[in-house]
């Protein structure tokens, strides 16, 4: 019987050694474990044993038993393997044949670009005021020291609105976003007109001007300016406000530089360039090889915009810079049309 | 507050001229442009014509655009004609037998400004020219616009050609030019031409409130300030004679706020002819066309001073007047009054606009423009050089009246101090003498009745330190001034500032100390001003929820797949009316062009149109816009409400290689995003009733969107008569427009609904009703009957078929029953009977099994 048992085990064994397939596994396992299989005829015969012999072949058995259920198990695992690394060799994709996609959605890129200056201002903490589109000659002009008639008047050419009997005071597309600066300051004057509270605002929004529209010229853009009212305020402070900015805006090794400009409502006014990214400053198309591109126009607030703003001059100052986000994208992003951004093309819009 | 359009005029400005009333010895060119750019007047280009160019090494910085040419020092030099030869083998050419200082040259030239003399043999008289020897790189004289060339050797017609004589435009000294320089007699022949007439010109803008520097001597002037160097201020002496001016002219002012000042000066024998050679180099370089000695004199005079001056022909006066003595007046034009200016156009005057006349008449537009009746011609003998002060604004508004910008319109425009008519007159009358030689009349009528206040302003180091944030002292700040020719007393801690007579800019009070500290910050230098940190208080943070809250609104657009587009606030009533019917429009008085009059009254016409634009460029698109439209107000504001408008059409979904099937989008795509929106939004209690009464709306798929009684909004698909004014695909184009104010004032603070511990029991249910019942009628049945155990209703299938009958439709319900405990199908159950016990009762709805 002993014998009989490893005759059993070398066979099944040998017979386990070829096989290469699922099937020929379970089959064997059928034939070798099975309820017919000649191992467990062993243990259906085992009542015919005598006393002696029942505990020393059936040790023997079961050890037969657990071996060939060890090697089923074993050779089971390799087949897995085998199975598996032969549908993985398979089932390899061409992975450069496109993805699927999705319709999907963006913000217009003015609108972005206006999040991110407007994002840094509330760090500095101005936050946003908004004010109308269609304005008044005294709110747009007059109040901020453009007096009627004035040259100055000739920097910033105008859309008027057809309507009558307006005198000196016709109706008119806003030609910057300053209006907001008397509305805001009117706004919180009002709250303590004795001692009115310090300002620090963000205005953004759309502007007009009667331009041909061109590529580098449109009837339409955004502005966005910050304003300071209190009562130590100084040009230092500009600078100092302004550099931070700049540094936020463009990058911590941004280079700028103030030039003394005109502006009708801030004294002393100046404009800000940075050092052209573009070439770092050694010349080229886009900086008009001055190295320096103009990116805002600042000032301390004129008297006669404070009074306008019910803030007495003589006690408090404050500062305003301008700044126009497309021209920003137009300098980062080398768009040199500006017309892209109202032409609203998905190709342009897709790119932001 | 803008980059843009904000420049001033430009003044072109050579060095050559600079150096006449400052020493710039030491600095270079650049050097120069950027003190003043720095100094509020920005170079915008730098003309090199002749002088030394910088050579900027590779890496290295630039920092201004230039352009032109430096002249080689050895090959470019001046030399004389001697004899004008003809050429053995062509009839326009002659051969030039010339001397450069070194040798004799035979130099071939074409050049008709000395064809006359060929064959006259030696000349009495040499002429000076500009001469180029081989190698030399210049302007090809032939080609359109400027292409620089290098002189070769070559030979034509038989003749050897190694060299020339050149013209302004091979110099780079004007863009065009028929014939060859001829230098003055005085020009040494040798010299590089470099160093005899080699010059370079700034391009500065000239910023409104600096109307005081459109002159030579007005940026000298900043630079003496800024270099802390002496103004040369020009000499004026001339001998005088004959009878004095006094006796022969008079002169009436009636309105002295539009005409503060009238000087006039004569000059008597002047010989009319071409300017010499660098002065007519120098106003070209200026922009100046040279025309005749007197005519130059006064324009030269007027660059150099920047007051405009007017030469009237004495004896075309003096035969107006009956030989007696000639009385000028000044006066508003009588309404109609013609006159017919310089240019030979008549033009018909208004009272704005004043009028230099005599007892017989108008002479000329008082600072715009003068007649032609009185103008100086070649043959004037005599001439009565007029010098005056205007009021800016009225010949502002005169010079846009009548079209006519001019050197002195600009000028007069911006402001020209009274007191600097005198010195004008007197240098022009000056470099009438010299260059014509005229005899001087003594004396000069001079009416001035009123003089500027030259305020006088006090400065404290304090306003200094409250303004400017810097600490002078009282001295300092004097000297920062005085450098700037305000006459300064110090006074203990106190300047008084007296504004020089040559500039209009500073005004009294607080205005006027802001005027003075932005000269003293200037004079300081902008770069020497530290950067500090705002010490003043932080004001109260005040939110803005209506910015916020659409900043929101795009977030979930853009997360809806939908792509934000920005068009114009102008467009036509035509663009609109293909879906609006809007007759009244806030229209624009000027327009650029008739398709842009209008300020818009659709937010959704304006989507369309992007929608159209881009229609086959993608095979779906979304779009969306947040923004004002516009609605007129008679005479006054508009208002401005905010609105969002949203279109659709195209595929449903991306189609992809292996997916090539999508169904297009439809009304309830539209709804499906509109719902997530507002629910985004947290609105609740949104109903969509059905809508008929938007005409360019489909009147079965459309909706209108209404929260507590009032509509928010309105959307649907496209009605096909309005869809078929645009050119649009075949797919449904859907719209949705919605009131911002409104959607914003509906949208609840919310707290949410806790998200349940206990599993919940789900259940599809489908019943068969009547056509008829509206989906959302049983829907919120469904709701009040399982009440707070039914946490959801969602419909997932509608379905007809012939089995259950015509008329008959089945709707099918995914429910979720939820509880504070774990919920048993048997909960479920009753629920659920309860449920279709009450459909049957209310719709005689059917359970399908
Ligand atoms: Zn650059």
């Given at each position: 019987m002993q014998d009989k048992l490893n005759e059993i085990e070398q066979a099944a064994l040998e017979s386990l050694q070829s096989i290469t397939e699922q099937a020929a596994l379970d089959a064997w396992r059928i034939s070798t474990l099975g309820r017919s299989s000649a191992l467990m005829m062993v243990f259906a015969e085992f009542g015919k044993l005598s006393k002696e012999e029942r505990p020393v072949i059936g040790a023997a058995a079961n050890r037969v038993k657990a071996a060939l259920e060890a090697a089923l198990q074993i050779k089971a695992e390799a087949l897995k393997t085998v199975v598996l690394a032969k549908s993985l060799s398979e089932e390899k994709?061409?992975?450069?044949l496109p993805g699927r996609t999705k319709h999907i959605g963006r913000l217009h890129p003015s609108t972005q670009q206006l999040r991110r200056v407007l994002a840094i201002l509330a760090e500095m903490g101005f936050q946003v005021y908004t004010s109308r589109e269609v304005e008044t000659d005294d709110i747009n002009f007059q109040m901020l020291n453009f007096p009627l008639h004035h040259p100055a008047r000739d920097m910033q050419d105008t859309f008027f609105v057809e309507a009558e009997n307006r005198g000196d005071n016709p109706i008119l597309m806003r030609t910057h976003t300053s209006p907001g600066q008397i509305h805001a300051m009117r706004e919180f004057a009002a709250t303590n007109p004795q001692n009115p509270p310090p300002i620090r605002i963000a205005l953004p929004g759309m502007c007009f001007r009667y331009e041909q529209i061109t590529a580098r010229s449109e009837i339409q853009f955004n502005q966005v300016e910050g304003l300071a009212v209190g009562k130590n305020i100084t040009f230092a402070d500009l600078k100092g406000t302004i550099a931070d900015f700049v540094r936020r805006m463009f990058g911590e090794g941004a280079r700028l530089r103030f030039r003394a400009s005109y502006f009708p409502f801030t004294e002393p006014s100046a404009e800000v360039d940075v050092e052209c990214f573009v070439c770092g400053g050694k010349g080229c198309q886009v900086c008009k090889n001055s190295g320096w591109l103009e990116i805002l126009g600042c000032g301390m607030v004129h008297p006669n915009v404070l009074q306008n703003g019910g803030y007495d001059p003589n006690v408090y100052s404050g500062f305003a810079w301008g700044m126009g986000p497309e021209r920003q994208l137009m300098l980062r992003n080398k768009v040199?049309?500006?017309?892209y951004f109202w032409g609203n093309d998905v190709r342009f819009l897709e790119q932001f | 507050m803008t980059l843009r359009g904000e420049k001033g005029e430009i003044m072109k400005i050579p060095i050559s001229w600079l150096k006449d009333f400052i020493d710039l010895d030491g600095l270079s060119i650049e050097d120069i442009a950027r003190k003043l750019t720095l100094a509020g007047m920005e170079v915008d280009e730098i003309l090199y014509a002749g002088l030394a160019m910088p050579i900027y090494k590779d890496g290295e910085k630039h920092e201004f655009k230039t352009n032109g040419i430096a002249w080689d020092r050895e090959k470019i030099v001046v030399a004389e004609i001697r004899e004008v030869k003809a050429h053995p083998n062509a009839d326009r050419l002659t051969l030039l037998d010339l001397f450069d200082g070194q040798q004799d040259q035979v130099v071939l030239t074409g050049a008709p400004n000395i064809f006359d003399l060929k064959g006259t043999g030696k000349l009495a008289k040499p002429i000076k020219v500009a001469y180029a020897k081989e190698g030399s790189v210049l302007y090809d004289g032939h080609a359109d616009g400027l292409q620089l060339m290098t002189l070769k050797r070559a030979k034509i017609r038989g003749v050897d050609s190694y060299s020339m004589v050149c013209s302004e435009k091979e110099l780079g000294i004007s863009t065009e030019s028929d014939g060859i320089i001829i230098l003055d007699d005085a020009a040494p022949v040798g010299m590089p031409l470099a160093d005899y007439i080699g010059d370079a010109v700034l391009d500065i803008s000239i910023l409104p409130n600096m109307a005081r520097n459109a002159s030579v001597v007005g940026i000298a002037r900043e630079l003496s300030a800024l270099t802390g160097r002496e103004l040369q201020k020009p000499t004026i002496k001339f001998k005088t004679s004959g009878d004095s001016v006094e006796d022969l002219v008079s002169i009436q002012i009636t309105n002295a706020e539009l005409n503060p000042r009238f000087v006039a000066g004569l000059i008597r024998n002047v010989e009319i002819k071409p300017s010499a050679y660098h002065i007519q180099r120098r106003l070209k370089h200026a922009g100046q066309r040279p025309i005749n000695n007197i005519v130059d004199a006064t324009n030269y005079a007027m660059i150099e001073l920047g007051q405009p001056l007017h030469a009237f022909d004495y004896d075309v006066l003096k035969e107006r007047a009956g030989k007696k003595k000639i009385k000028i007046s000044t006066r508003v034009a009588s309404d109609g009054e013609k006159l017919t200016t310089l240019d030979g156009a008549e033009r018909t005057l208004t009272p704005m606009n004043v009028l230099v006349c005599d007892e017989k008449g108008s002479l000329s537009i008082a600072g715009v423009m003068g007649g032609t009746e009185s103008e100086v011609t070649e043959k004037t003998k005599n001439v009565l050089l007029e010098g005056a002060a205007w009021n800016f604004i009225n010949i502002r508004r005169t010079a846009k009246q009548h079209n006519l910008p001019s050197e002195a319109s600009f000028r007069f425009s911006r402001g020209v101090h009274p007191a600097v008519a005198e010195t004008g007159v007197k240098r022009g009358l000056q470099y009438m003498a010299e260059w014509a030689n005229g005899n001087i009349a003594p004396g000069l009528v001079d009416e001035y009745p009123l003089k500027p206040k030259d305020p006088t302003i006090i400065v404290t180091p304090q306003d200094v330190k409250r303004l400017l944030g810097i600490e002078l002292t009282a001295k300092k700040i004097a000297e920062l001034l005085t450098r700037l020719e305000f006459k300064c007393v110090v006074d203990k801690n106190t300047v008084k500032a007296k504004t020089p007579p040559h500039r209009m800019d500073i005004a009294e009070g607080v205005v006027g100390l802001a005027d003075v500290l932005e000269e003293v910050a200037r004079s300081y230098g902008y770069d020497n001003i530290p950067v500090t940190t705002m010490a003043d208080a932080l004001p109260p943070q005040v939110g803005n929820p209506i910015h916020e809250w659409e900043e929101h609104l795009r977030d979930l657009l853009v997360a809806l797949g939908v792509q934000e587009v920005v068009t114009y606030r102008m467009t036509s009533v035509e663009k609109e009316s293909r879906i609006t019917q809007y007759t009244e429009y806030v229209r624009i008085a000027n327009p650029i062009a008739p398709e842009k009059n209008v300020l818009r009254r659709s937010l959704t016409a304006s989507v369309l149109s992007v929608l159209e634009k881009n229609i086959r460029l993608g095979e779906s698109l979304a779009l969306f816009e947040i923004g004002p439209i516009f609605e007129p107000v008679k005479n006054n504001l508009p208002n401005e409400p905010r609105k969002l408008a949203i279109t659709m059409s195209g595929l449903r979904d991306a189609t992809a290689w292996d997916v090539k099937e999508s169904a297009t989008l439809d009304f309830f795509d539209m709804k499906g995003r509109i719902e997530l929106l507002l629910s985004g939004l947290r609105l609740t209690g949104v109903t969509y009733t059905s809508t008929e009464s938007t005409p360019h709306l489909h009147p079965g798929k459309s909706a209108e969107i209404t929260v507590n009684g009032q509509v928010l909004g309105v959307f649907g698909e496209l009605h096909p008569s309005a869809k078929e004014k645009y050119e649009l695909g075949a797919s449904p184009v859907l719209v949705a427009e919605f009131d911002l104010a409104l959607l914003r004032k509906s949208a609840p603070t919310y707290g949410i609904i806790p998200v349940p511990e206990f599993p919940p029991v789900y259940e599809d249910i489908a019943i068969i009703v009547d056509e008829s019942v509206l989906a959302t009628a049983v829907e919120s049945l469904i709701k009040q009957t399982g009440g707070r155990s039914v946490s959801s209703v969602r419909l997932f299938d509608v379905y007809r078929d012939e089995k259950i009958g015509a008329g008959k439709k089945s709707l099918a319900y995914s429910l979720t029953y939820q509880a504070e405990k774990t919920m048993t199908d048997s909960d479920a159950a009753t629920i659920r009977n309860k449920i279709v016990k009450r459909l049957e009762n209310e719709f005689s709805a059917k359970l399908r099994s």
């Open positions: 994709l061409d992975i450069t040199n049309d500006i017309r | -």
